[in-house]
């Protein structure tokens, strides 16, 4: 066999149905049932014992599964105290837990078709179980404090090896129905077993020489409808009903398929929060656990110093009553001898009657100072008993009170934290509506930067419209100025061709610039200057050509290079044999021609 097994993993069915199951029993409006049966359940999960302990569930079925304990680690039967109606028939549970008769709410336990071998002590706490269903177990026999379940209707223990009933059932007043083997029975017979449950009850009443009396004596409540039933058969009920709503369950689980995403946020939100308040809860079941074990050790200690005192008392009280016993014995004996002495001696010396009779009174008065100490000795002992059970009632009330105090405050604590969490989104949605303002105020101010932008836009446009108006205005009047230099160009080609006919005519040379100069018009003179100028009418200049590069439109009122022809002058070859005659002939003519033009002006 290998040290170390792998459990089997639930399937997708059986975890989904536990998933919706669980979901189910969550949702508001949900009954007072938690069903997770046939879900392949090695243990039972620890949101289970939550949710019966958060809402209070009364029936809780764990039928068709693998259990092989009823509680798991870190959780505790205190999560089922107000179960009313527990279901785990057909799972492999080998034992209960020691700690069952916590559940005092108890009405129905059935435990069919598991594995147990043996049922704790602890069972007969149950005070208002009224089913309890073990067949089909392994069960050799049952506890002797079976005969505190005082409202026990029902009991079935067929199918098991049980072959001794314990006496303590006749104890059980309201028992209606007992359910065994008659013909493995060895006490009681099986002919009384298989009479039925009133002969069995009457023998074992009369084992225990109490009176019988019918269960019809003892009425109890019915069963209260939590959704196990309303009757002792309650549990084969819900199973029957819930083997009917299987069918049903598929068409529930597709829409729970629709539902499972919208709200997988809540569910992660609450499970958060549930797993918070079970770790709160789980410390809370720790210290009280702690406190109890404390508390039960305590009171385990005083038992046993107390019983220690009683039974040291005991034997006290035994051993000084066997002393006067025995002291009694001797003065019975010393007062038999006297007496047969006394009888010898009336025999010989045939005394008085008033001797015998003071003997006699002598021995009743010792008998009655035995039974006089035989009644303080009972008193002692009941009185001491009296005052030991009074303080383990005290010590039980304090118990009590402590629990509820431990209650109480865990009741504050979960108030607390809900508190909390209210404050917490209440200033959450504030600061989300700061934010909104703060986005709504920043979107406005970026709007109203884009409008001004826009506007500074549209005035820089129209700004530059009025350059490229201006820009377009000044070169039409270039263009009408270039016009007039063209034609005084054209005049003054028709003037420089004039220049080229003999030089005998210098009379008519100042003329000719007298009236060019009347006109507006440039006239080109043959000086004796480095290169031929251009009179303008307003200025004399000589500026140097730097070719196309630095080539600038020619104003009227400057003088020009004759000597370009790019600006507007015949050129150097066609003026040097001019200018080499002229220069022989008037070498004076030029200053007093500039001089004659200054004059004009003037």
């Known amino acids: 066999m290998p040290?170390?097994?792998?459990?089997?993993?639930?399937?997708?069915?059986?975890?989904?149905?536990?998933?919706?199951?669980?979901c189910l029993a969550k949702e508001a409006g949900a009954d007072d049932t938690l069903d997770i049966s046939k879900c392949e359940l090695s243990e039972v999960p620890y949101g289970a014992f939550a949710t019966c302990k958060v809402l209070q569930k009364k029936v809780l079925i764990i039928h068709t599964n693998n259990l092989t304990s009823?509680?798991?680690?870190?959780?505790?039967?205190?999560?089922?105290?107000?179960?009313?109606?527990?279901?785990?028939?057909?799972?492999?549970?080998?034992?209960?837990p020691a700690d069952i008769g916590q559940l005092a709410s108890l009405q129905v336990l059935n435990l069919e078709r598991n594995l147990l071998k043996c049922l704790p002590q602890s069972i007969g706490d149950l005070a208002q179980?009224?089913?309890?269903?073990?067949?089909?177990?392994?069960?050799?026999?049952?506890?002797?404090?079976?005969?505190?379940?005082?409202s026990l209707r029902a009991l079935d223990v067929s199918g098991n090896v049980v072959v001794e009933l314990p006496r303590g059932l006749a104890?059980?007043?309201?028992?209606?129905?007992?359910?065994?083997?008659?013909?493995?029975?060895?006490?009681?017979?099986?002919?009384?077993?298989?009479?039925?449950?009133?002969?069995i009850q009457q023998f074992l009443c009369k084992e225990c020489g109490i009176a019988y009396y019918p269960p019809a004596q003892y009425p109890l409540p019915a069963l209260e409808s939590d959704g196990g039933g309303t009757s002792v058969d309650g549990v084969d009920?819900?199973?029957?009903?819930?083997?009917?709503?299987?069918?049903?369950?598929?068409h529930k689980f597709l829409d729970y398929e629709k539902r499972k995403e919208q709200k997988m946020q809540e569910k992660l939100e609450?499970?958060?929060?549930?797993?918070?308040?079970?770790?709160?809860?789980?410390?809370?079941?720790?210290?009280?656990?702690?406190?109890k074990d404390d508390i039960l050790q305590t009171v385990r200690e005083d038992q046993m110093k107390l019983e220690e005192g009683l039974t040291k008392h005991q034997r006290y009280l035994e051993e000084e009553r066997l002393k006067l016993l025995q002291q009694l014995k001797q003065a019975e004996q010393g007062i038999a001898g006297r007496i047969q002495k006394l009888l010898e001696d009336n025999q010989r010396q045939k005394q008085s009657s008033d001797m015998l009779k003071s003997l006699e009174n002598e021995r009743i008065r010792m008998e009655q100072l035995m039974a006089i100490t035989q009644e303080e000795t009972e008193q002692l002992r009941r009185k001491e008993v009296a005052a030991a059970m009074q303080q383990m009632?005290?010590?039980?009330?304090?118990?009590?009170?402590?629990?509820?105090?431990?209650e109480s405050r865990r009741q504050d604590l979960v108030n607390q934290a809900c508190s909390s969490l209210a404050e917490m989104d209440q200033k959450f949605q504030q600061i989300l509506a700061w934010q909104q303002l703060d986005q709504n105020k920043a979107v406005s101010q970026i709007l109203q930067q884009i409008e001004m932008q826009k506007a500074a836009f549209e005035a820089l446009q129209v700004k530059k419209d009025l350059m490229h108006r201006q820009i377009r205005n000044q070169i039409k009047l270039i263009e009408t100025e270039l016009l007039q230099l063209t034609q005084l160009e054209l005049k003054r080609q028709e003037l420089d061709t004039e220049t080229l006919q003999p030089c005998g005519q210098h009379g008519t040379v100042a003329t000719s610039v007298?009236?060019?100069?009347?006109?507006?018009?440039?006239?080109?003179?043959?000086?004796?200057?480095?290169?031929?100028?251009?009179?303008?009418?307003?200025?004399?200049?000589?500026?140097?050509?730097?070719?196309?590069?630095?080539?600038?439109?020619?104003h009227p009122l400057q003088w020009r290079d004759a000597s370009c022809p790019e600006h507007g002058g015949f050129g150097e070859e066609l003026l040097k044999p001019l200018t080499s005659r002229k220069r022989q002939r008037a070498p004076e003519q030029g200053p007093c021609l500039l001089r004659s033009i200054a004059g004009s002006r003037e």
């Not at 179980?129 to 005082?150: F, I, W």
């Not at 209606?176 to 077993?193: F, G, K, R, V, W």
Request: proline fraction near 5%; aromatic fraction near 4%; charged fraction near 25%.
């Open 3 to 22: 040290l170390f097994f792998r459990k089997k993993k639930p399937s997708d069915d059986a975890r989904k149905r536990l998933e919706y199951q669980m």
């Open 270 to 291: 609450f499970e958060r929060r549930l797993h918070k308040g079970q770790r709160e809860q789980a410390l809370l079941v720790q210290q009280l656990n702690s406190q």
């Open 237 to 250: 009920r819900a199973v029957h009903k819930y083997l009917e709503e299987e069918g049903e369950w598929q």
């Open 171 to 199: 104890h059980i007043r309201t028992l209606e129905t007992l359910t065994l083997d008659a013909s493995s029975m060895i006490y009681p017979s099986p002919d009384i077993c298989s009479a039925g449950t009133e002969s």
């Open 70 to 96: 009823l509680v798991p680690k870190s959780c505790s039967l205190l999560s089922l105290v107000t179960v009313k109606v527990l279901d785990l028939h057909d799972n492999q549970l080998a034992s209960l």
């Open 129 to 150: 179980l009224q089913m309890l269903n073990v067949k089909g177990n392994k069960l050799k026999d049952l506890p002797a404090t079976v005969s505190g379940m005082r």
């Open 514 to 554: 007298l009236d060019a100069e009347k006109q507006g018009t440039d006239t080109f003179i043959p000086l004796d200057l480095p290169r031929p100028l251009v009179v303008s009418s307003l200025s004399i200049a000589v500026p140097q050509c730097r070719g196309s590069a630095h080539r600038a439109a020619p």
């Open 393 to 406: 009632l005290a010590e039980s009330y304090k118990n009590k009170l402590i629990q509820m105090t431990n």
